[in-house]
């Protein structure tokens, strides 16, 4: 499941919340502006 981050308001939600507004708005403040939350999965890499 693909969450989602408001830039305006900081709120995270995922795809389903995101589907119930006609365009691409936060549901929580309406801003139009969001971006992909990152993921909690920290990679280590071998320097070479």
């Known amino acids: 499941m693909v969450k989602y981050v408001c830039i305006k308001c900081g709120k995270e939600f ?6 119930v507004m006609l ?16 993921g909690s999965d920290i990679k280590i890499l071998k320097a070479v």
Do not use: F
């Open 14 to 19: 995922d795809e389903s919340e995101l589907a």
């Open 23 to 38: 365009s691409i708005r936060c549901p929580y403040c309406g801003y139009r502006v969001i971006a992909k939350a990152r």
